[in-house]
């Protein structure tokens, strides 16, 4: 009995997580479509999570798309098939590198910000100050965290898709002796919108999650400038697995009769 109370106290707190967890979502996407809405604040986190993030986001995705090209011809060149390097790259970046290292990239940069954020307002009771002068907390720091990061996320996205397709495009063409045109027209060929809406879909809710994370570890912190360290720490790592468990998930709902 005594090596199984350490086991049951773990699952009993993980469940108790994992509740407490689920009830600040929906509280948060209640809020999200409740009115009044804080114009000014989701325009600030969109900025915040948009525009500040495009240039860590920018530059992974060129170098993901020119290290791809790059790896793929070298791979392909023992089955004599360099010609699909094209399709490769543009499936690779649109379907699942352009989501999930924007969505990475976002969670190291912005989950971080937002749980240190709330978490220093917690320690430092001006979360306790808003309930005070009947400002709702959660319609006013993280419903405007939530909207725009599901806004943004899929523009990024967007736009790293185009990034990483031309990075591949530009090692293909200037190193690897690749037609420019011909690349160009074999990558319009091969792809679908499928394949570009699976990513934004899986954008939308990376920024959901990345978003959530930040929000509520910071909004749950405790204990000083300690507790909000922790809070940063675990909102990016929490923010990270649910990012690549979720990326299986979506993947299998999208193309897996396929």
Known sequence: MNVLQPIGRVVLESLATAGRLTLFAMAGVYHCFRPPYYARMIARQMIEIGYFSLPVVGLTAIFTGMVLALQSYTGFARFSAEAAIANVVVV??????????AGLMV??????A????IGTMRVTEQIDALTTLSTN?????????????VAML???????DIIGVLGGFL???YKLGFNPANYLQSTWDFMEAEDVVSGLVKAAVFGFIVTLMGCYHGYTSRGGAQGVGAATTNAVVTASILILCFDYILTEMFFAGK
């Open 137 to 149: 907390p959660m319609k006013y720091l993280v419903a405007p965290r939530l909207i725009a990061g």
């Open 107 to 112: 969670a190291g940069r912005v989950g971080a």
């Open 92 to 101: 690779a970046v649109t379907r699942e590198l352009g989501p999930v290292l």
């Open 154 to 160: 899929p523009i990024l996205v967007l736009i790293a």
């Open 114 to 117: 937002m749980a240190a954020e």
């Open 171 to 173: 090692v293909a063409s």
